[in-house]
């Protein structure tokens, strides 16, 4: 838990491609709020030279190693996100990294009101650094079309990426705000004006979800 009960700390989660990037932008832009994002931690820790790198190497040979020595992504991800067993065995060297990197970069910190970006909050057991969930939602056609354009996957590839994380349904019922992306990016925006502005005149204000 932390110790500086005092800050709002917005766990800002989803499925993938529901939007989160989208919001966690708007939330920098527009209303200055310090944003941390567990990809960028979970990509610094594969990075070239360090020991979670070195033990994927071991693990899966160095048909995972591109030229320039750093990791092939999508050949992991074409193991991953087929194998249960793999990906837990990756999220277990990874998420631990990810946790000490938002704690020390917490610590930093003296904003009252922080973003979390954390794609996997209740996957990775990272709860606990929060004080309210902010979960971003859509159609499971929606969703499915986003990731297939976006990261250029066959729709196959794109539902075993989803099917890789909890259920966006089981989420939205954890969740303390829902922000529903199934309209346009503009009324997905209001959405976040409007719990900012029902919130942000008392932080002991209980959330609608």
């Not at 075993?160 to 199934?182: G, H, W, Y």
């Amino acid at each position: 838990m932390m110790s500086d009960q005092a800050k709002r700390l917005i766990g800002l989660t989803g499925g993938i491609g529901t939007g989160k990037t989208t919001v966690s932008n708007y939330l920098a832009q527009t209303y200055q709020l310090p944003v941390l994002d567990a990809d960028i931690y979970a990509r610094e820790a594969v990075q070239l030279g360090s020991p979670i790198l070195e033990q994927i190497f071991e693990r899966y040979g160095l048909e995972m190693q591109l030229p320039d020595g750093k990791l092939n992504r999508q050949r992991l991800g074409e193991i991953v996100f087929s194998n249960p067993e793999q990906m837990q065995w990756l999220e277990q060297q990874i998420h631990p990294y990810v946790r000490d990197r938002f704690q020390a970069e917490l610590a930093k910190l003296a904003a009252p009101t922080i973003v979390l970006v954390i794609p996997l909050l209740f996957e990775a057991g990272l709860t606990n650094l929060v004080t309210e969930i902010w979960v971003v939602s859509c159609s499971a056609q929606q969703q499915l079309k986003r990731i297939s354009q976006r990261n250029n996957l066959s729709l196959e590839q794109a539902q075993s990426r989803i099917n890789s994380q909890l259920p966006l349904a089981e989420k939205v019922t954890r969740a303390d705000v829902v922000l529903d992306n199934s309209s346009t990016v503009d009324e997905l925006l209001k959405q976040v004006d409007q719990v900012l502005g029902l919130t942000v005149r008392s932080n002991q204000m209980p959330l609608a979800q």
